[in-house]
Nanobody
Framework: QLQASGGGLVQAGGSLRLSCAAS????????MAWFRQVPGKEREFVAG?????????YRESVKGRFTISTGDIALNTVHLQMTRLNPDDTGIYYC????????????????????WGNGTQVTVSS
């Protein structure tokens, strides 16, 4: 089970940190990812991380602004630090997991993920 939190309303240029808490240990076992979705569009990949946490991959539009990471103490959390937000980042953000290896060289597909958290709304005002 995955539980996402941390969304909110922020002005363009601001930052937010999303968190995803899992009911099982993630580190060393699961590929983790963040996706986002806006009404009328498909859910799209934002960032992914392999099970060791050492390999990460980002959507082109968020590179250099977003960072996916595991929690320092509790290795059953994943964070998405978002900086320099812009209105195009608005959407419902979902964390997802799959117990398969990931090379972190491509965008993960939503239908490849096995577990999904609840969505958390991120709204960036201009």
């Amino acid at each position: 089970q995955l539980q996402a939190s941390g969304g909110g309303l922020v002005q363009a240029g601001g930052s937010l940190r999303l968190s995803c808490a899992a009911s099982v240990r993630i580190f060393g076992a699961y590929t983790m990812a963040w996706f986002r979705q806006v009404p009328g569009k498909e859910r799209e990949f934002v960032a992914g991380m392999n099970f060791s946490g050492r390999r990460k991959y980002y959507r082109e539009s968020v590179k250099g602004r977003f960072t996916i990471s595991t929690g320092d103490i509790a290795l059953n959390t994943v964070h998405l630090q978002m900086t320099r937000l812009n209105p195009d980042d608005t959407g419902i953000y979902y964390c997802a997991a799959v117990r398969k290896p990931y090379s972190a060289t491509y965008y993960l597909q939503a239908d490849a993920m096995d577990y999904w958290g609840n969505g958390t709304q991120v709204t960036v005002s201009s």
